[in-house]
């Protein structure tokens, strides 16, 4: 039953898609949707691993706290400009690279917080 309440929803979709005017810009609101959706729920996601890890991030030095929260701040800015750099080549390689950077940026955190 569940299952054909979701195909039922999809083809309701796939309906305003193809025969309403304007159905192009009622999927492109609905992925936006999704993407906000998405986006809100990594904050959440951040917010509450912060929130439980508070005692861990006070004691990291201030160098490595500056690490994490630029690793992380990279990100964002990543996520938020992936449009304009995967309008390129050389922009596609940009964000790959920065991205392997925060991560490796962040990785090294982890691992001098877990020495402790």
């Known amino acids: 039953m569940r299952a054909a309440r ?22 492109s609101g609905i992925l936006t949707t999704l993407t906000l959706g998405f986006l809100a729920a990594i904050s959440f996601f951040v917010y509450t691993l912060a929130r439980e890890n508070r005692f861990t991030l006070d004691t990291l030095s201030d160098g490595n706290r500056a690490l994490l929260y630029g690793g992380i701040g990279l990100i964002t800015l990543l996520i938020a400009g992936t449009d304009e750099f995967f309008d390129t080549g050389g922009g596609t390689l ?11 940026a962040i990785w090294r955190v982890w691992l001098d917080a877990k020495s402790y």
Do not use: E, H, K, Y
């Open 6 to 27: 979701n195909i039922a929803i999809i083809m309701l979709l796939a309906l305003v898609v193809a025969f309403l005017p304007g159905g192009g810009n009622v999927a």
């Open 94 to 104: 940009a964000w790959i690279l920065l991205l392997g950077v925060s991560v490796a």
